[in-house]
């Protein structure tokens, strides 16, 4: 009788923990079946996001950063050609409606996101001096105040996409951008609308990017833009960045390694989402101090040069003359026409090449041959535009 209950006991001990392991894993499985901020492809995308604060933002989870482990290799240390591309499909140009579409019926479009700090926000800006875009040439998609249509492009570009306590301005930030001449030359040389996707704060350095709640924000926006077009028979060909931004962090000092850094650690869920490529414009000058940002322009040139996840949009801003500046840092409309034309330029090269541009390096005052591609003779003739002189900057 004792021997059977001993064993009696011994089963019950060995059977508990099984069935506490069981429990467990059943719990996790629940948790990973829906993972916390992420769009579901029969959610509302009409729901906005709900604003984040800095009261809030500790308790934010933002999933994306930790689809990587810490211990992974940076973006920047990673040859491009490893990085695998959906191959593009088949085009119809459809005439009735003068819209390229693919052979379902698709509407082909390139997904843009714009970030930056001030100058990409517009801030020197002035609406009435933009280019207008054409009805279909390119869209807006409001991922905060209306995710639930496409919006022609207009100027102050992103006037309304704020969100509290993360990317927000203040109407008085956003007053024309670079992004209605980019739409318009884009279009010319590729035949193809962007999708414009506003994320642009102004006097904000890698630090901010790099907190959680605004992570959380841009990929949010970046997210909403991808469902909703693929949900309303859009084709996503080309997925990019068009970043301006490193005036605070030249303020600050930062070193080219950690800005490097930061930036891998900024973009790096962006990529994991299906970004292609970010495209840099550097920063320009002051009114005081010709070469104030040159910590910040090196460290963008060196990063373009030497990692295939970053590419050089323009230098033009370092050659401007204080004369298009409305303020110590901001340069106005028709300076940001000509960096929205020159950006769309290298953007449009790279889509159509598959490979990047070579570009006249206004601040160094020579061509800036990107590395890892090859060129002809021609493509590596490339002069400098005097912006300054030919009509192309006004004084308004």
């Not at 479009?109 to 930056?116: E, K, P, T």
């Not at 024309?176 to 704060?201: C, D, H, Q, R, W």
């Not at 990017?209 to 990929?219: C, G, L, T």
Request: hydrophobic share 35%; net charge negative; glycine share 6%.
């Amino acid at each position: 009788m004792k021997k059977t209950l001993r064993i009696m006991i011994l089963t019950v001990l060995l059977i508990l923990p099984a069935v506490f392991i069981l429990q467990g894993c059943k719990k996790t499985a629940d948790r990973i079946e829906t993972t916390p901020g992420e769009i579901e492809e029969d959610e509302p995308v009409s729901e906005a996001a709900e604003p984040v604060n800095e009261e809030n933002a500790e308790t934010q989870d933002n999933t994306m950063l930790n689809v990587e482990s810490a211990d992974a290799v940076s973006y920047s240390a990673i040859p491009v050609h490893e990085k695998e591309e959906e191959p593009e499909p088949s085009v119809v140009n459809d005439d009735e409606e003068n819209v390229l579409k693919t052979d379902d019926g698709k509407v082909i479009v390139d997904l843009i996101l714009f970030m930056g700090q001030s100058n990409m926000a517009g801030t020197g800006g002035n609406a009435e001096y933009a280019p207008k875009v054409e009805q279909d040439h390119g869209y807006e998609f409001r991922a905060i105040s209306d995710p639930t249509r496409l919006y022609p492009i207009t100027e102050p570009f992103g006037i309304n996409e704020n969100v509290s306590g993360a990317i927000e301005d203040a109407a008085i930030g956003k007053k024309g951008s670079m992004v209605s001449s980019f739409a318009n030359k884009y279009y010319e040389l590729t035949g193809v609308p962007i999708v414009a996707v506003s994320a642009s704060s102004g006097g904000r350095d890698t630090d901010f990017w790099m907190r959680d709640n605004v992570v959380a924000d841009f990929s949010e926006r970046y997210k909403r833009a991808q469902v909703w077009l693929e949900s309303n028979n859009y084709y996503i060909r080309k997925q990019y960045v068009v970043w301006l931004q490193g005036e605070s962090d030249a303020g600050d000092g930062l070193t080219t390694e950690q800005y490097n850094q930061n930036m891998d650690n900024i973009i790096r869920p962006l990529f994991i989402a299906g970004l292609q490529k970010v495209f840099m414009v550097t920063p320009g000058r002051t009114i005081s101090v010709k070469y104030f940002f040159d910590n910040i322009v090196y460290a963008q040139i060196n990063m373009c040069r030497t990692s295939g996840y970053y590419a050089l949009a323009t230098t033009v801003l370092n050659s401007v003359s204080t004369e298009y500046m409305v303020d110590e840092f901001h340069y106005n409309q028709s300076v940001l026409n000509v960096v929205g034309e020159e950006s769309a330029e290298s953007v449009a090269y790279y889509t159509l090449n598959k490979k990047e541009k070579c570009l006249y390096n206004y601040r160094d005052e020579n061509v800036y041959i990107p590395e890892g591609f090859e060129y002809t003779e021609d493509e590596k003739k490339v002069e400098a535009v005097n912006h300054n002189e030919n009509g192309d900057f006004v004084r308004y």
